[in-house]
């Protein structure tokens, strides 16, 4: 129904910033959970960020302080602004969307039915 289309990722620096952008279309997010994920090499899927409907953002405490959710609805668009760049935060990062969630548990990968397809960020220290 609604397809996500990941863009912004690359190659930075330790310490670098990468603005991550997942567009929407053939439907609105403006009433979905959204949420940020990565996946490394080697390592399960984790969740990195998500927000409400209403704007109510929840973190991973590996990138709390550093990486900022958003979500503008008249775009239909969600954004991860990435600062402070690690290394271990090298992983294909990909959103998705939920229709509901939990509270305290917002970012259960299995809440989230709607992927885009990702991607790649790469830290290099």
């Known amino acids: 129904q609604v397809q996500l289309v990941e863009s912004g990722g690359g190659s930075v620096q330790a310490g670098g910033s990468l603005r991550l952008s997942c567009a929407a279309s053939?439907?609105?997010?403006?009433?979905?959970?959204m949420g940020w994920f990565r996946q490394a090499p080697g390592k399960e899927r984790e969740g990195v960020a998500g927000?409400?409907?209403?704007?109510?953002?929840t973190y991973a405490d590996s990138v709390k302080g550093r990486f900022t959710i958003s979500r503008d609805n008249s775009k239909n668009m969600v954004y991860l602004q990435m600062n402070s760049l690690k290394p271990e935060d090298t992983a294909m990062y990909s959103c998705?969307?939920?229709?509901?969630?939990?509270?305290?548990?917002?970012?259960?990968?299995?809440?989230?039915?709607?992927w885009g397809q990702g991607t790649q960020v790469t830290v290099s220290s």
């Open positions: 998705a969307t939920a229709d509901w969630v939990v509270s305290g548990r917002q970012l259960l990968p299995t809440l989230f039915k709607n």
């Open positions: 053939g439907g609105t997010i403006s009433t979905k959970y």
């Open positions: 927000i409400s409907a209403s704007g109510k953002t």
